[in-house]
């Protein structure tokens, strides 16, 4: 009776608060924390309601967290990045290391989940234990990991997993064949305070008997704290660090978690209590994986210096990374930091990133250092290539020889890729023409470039390069026509604004030249900075661009005088 009584409070009082919010009509966005938030809430009221069961066998437990495991594995062990693998044998490394002094012995097993927007760890009966990438990348040492692990060892170790399980069971009317069945959200939600607390109690004894310190559970706090205070004051996070979806998964756990403030207190008055030595921290070993990660967001966004910073702290601590020496090249390249660009394109193609990206931007480093010892530089620099040595090396050493007056190369390789029927000649051949661009025969490259493209007519880098040439020779209704042609494509949208702000500025075309080069020049910052593009283009479109700043910054000026009468 005292169970249906309860039921029926909370019937009416669902009732009396949809009748309260269809009054007062409060509109809010849909995100991911509305579910976050109605499972934490729900999940903590559902701790507290009374239940009578007899507790699963350990042999019970095992299985239906087994099930689950593979239910939630469907789909992941697929062509896993072996950035993934690394990862998750650590994490097993760590996990084992603490689960040797648990309670309960069991088959405890430790997964990873590589989604970054995950900011969350949980567990499931049984002794099955998730990290997320995106908790992960707010850790530095290996202590903060074992604090983490070490918590959700003890949800497992103290029966909150399988009691929540059995509730759940209860309240669903599931069979226990059909535990599969019950979302994984569920898990990933608090449970109550006292649960939560003792948890981190038992988590970080757990640690410190693994020989971690018990600051590293502090450290993940702090963490948690300022973020938590930086959301509570609605304070941006640094787009970098973390996406939208990822503050919103990280307010849902604010909000079904115990403030980390009071978590802090509690493990601090513990370290008193049991004169626990505090002795440095282990480094986190897979910090360059996610430091990588950052740096490639930081470059996407156009962060330039940022993502360098990242991409070198992450080579520092694992210099055998082929994508992060391109990441480091890339923005080093796009702040005009030749010479530096040129060392990492050739760690990235030494250590295996041998993409004809790289092989052309490496040379195109090399030329705007010095152009008349560029092509012995290439050469020097490629030697050690480990994946053999592809075609786009020729063109790109033919290219730097006509750079230094020397054509006989890249005429020889022009003939070969007219008569060649390689699924890769139209490329090599607009490669080449563009090569013809930097040297500024300009006619010579309309012709190559225009042969490309009408090979490759959805190539949308070859049709930006020819109409870049035609610019060149005054070509401008053609140049117009072939960036409009590939106007809705996503590739090269910044260029092909700049282009075309170049064209119509050329052919007197003023305010819709103005409004191009403020897009374009929003979209790729690289553009304003006369190093760069004196390096890469031609002097006609570095004089443009100077002249657009130039009158940029009048028409600015003129709007801000007649605003202020």
Not at 472 to 500: F, G, V, W
């Amino acid at each position: 009776m005292k169970r249906w009584i309860i039921l029926a409070g909370i019937v009416a009082l669902g009732i009396a608060s949809v009748v309260v919010s269809e009054r007062k009509k409060v509109d809010a966005p849909a995100s991911p924390e509305a579910l976050l938030y109605l499972i934490a809430d729900s999940e903590h009221e559902l701790t507290r309601m009374p239940v009578n069961f007899t507790r699963m066998s350990d042999a019970e437990e095992i299985s239906a967290g087994n099930q689950m495991a593979r239910f939630y594995a469907v789909g992941q062990e697929e062509q896993k990045p072996p950035e993934n693998i690394i990862v998750e044998q650590y994490l097993s490394r760590v996990g084992s290391r603490l689960a040797r002094n648990a309670h309960r012995r069991l088959p405890y097993q430790f997964h990873y989940f590589p989604e970054a927007d995950f900011v969350n760890a949980f567990a499931l009966p049984g002794g099955h234990v998730y990290i997320g990438a995106g908790l992960l990348s707010l850790m530095d040492s290996e202590d903060e990991l074992a604090a983490v692990m070490a918590h959700e060892l003890e949800h497992i170790d103290h029966y909150h997993c399988v009691e929540r399980l059995q509730q759940e069971q209860a309240l669903r009317k599931i069979p226990l064949g059909g535990l599969v069945a019950i979302p994984i959200e569920i898990f990933e939600a608090g449970y109550s305070k006292d649960q939560e607390l003792e948890a981190d109690r038992e988590g970080v004894r757990l640690a410190v008997a693994a020989d971690y310190s018990p600051t590293g559970a502090i450290r993940m706090f702090e963490t948690f704290d300022r973020l938590f205070r930086e959301y509570h004051d609605r304070a941006a996070t640094p787009q970098e660090e973390m996406s939208q979806v990822a503050q919103q998964a990280l307010e849902g756990y604010f909000r079904s978690h115990p403030l980390p403030s009071e978590r802090i207190a509690q493990i601090q008055r513990m370290i008193a209590s049991e004169a626990w030595p505090t002795h440095p921290e282990r480094d986190l070993e897979v910090t360059w994986i996610f430091l990588t990660a950052k740096a490639q967001e930081a470059l996407s966004a156009h962060r330039y210096s940022l993502a360098e910073q990242l991409a070198s702290r992450s080579l520092h601590t694992h210099p055998e990374q082929a994508r992060a020496w391109q990441l480091a090249a890339q923005a080093q390249f796009a702040q005009a930091k030749f010479s530096e660009a040129s060392a990492s394109y050739r760690k990235a193609l030494e250590t295996g990133f041998v993409k004809p990206e790289t092989i052309s931007s490496y040379a195109l480093s090399l030329a705007a250092v010095d152009r008349h010892s560029a092509a012995a530089e290439f050469v020097r620099g490629t030697e050690n290539v480990k994946s053999g040595k592809p075609r786009d090396l020729d063109v790109a050493a033919a290219g730097l020889m006509l750079l230094n007056g020397n054509p006989a190369a890249a005429q020889a390789l022009e003939t070969e890729f007219r008569q060649s029927n390689l699924v890769q000649a139209p490329e090599w051949l607009g490669e080449l023409g563009w090569w013809h661009y930097l040297a500024a025969d300009y006619p010579r490259s309309a012709d190559l470039l225009s042969a490309a493209v009408q090979q490759r007519p959805q190539d949308i880098q070859l049709g930006i390069r020819l109409a870049w040439a035609q610019t060149e020779i005054r070509r401008y209704a053609d140049a117009l026509q072939m960036l409009d042609e590939n106007a809705y494509q996503p590739q090269n949208q910044s260029e092909r604004m700049l282009a075309r702000a170049v064209v119509r500025w050329q052919s007197v075309q003023r305010d819709e030249a103005l409004r191009d080069f403020e897009a374009a020049l929003n979209n790729a910052p690289e553009w304003g900075n006369p190093k760069w593009v004196k390096a890469l283009y031609s002097p006609l479109v570095a004089q443009t661009i100077q002249e657009m700043q130039l009158e940029s910054e009048i028409r600015k000026k003129k709007s801000k005088v007649a605003a202020s009468r």
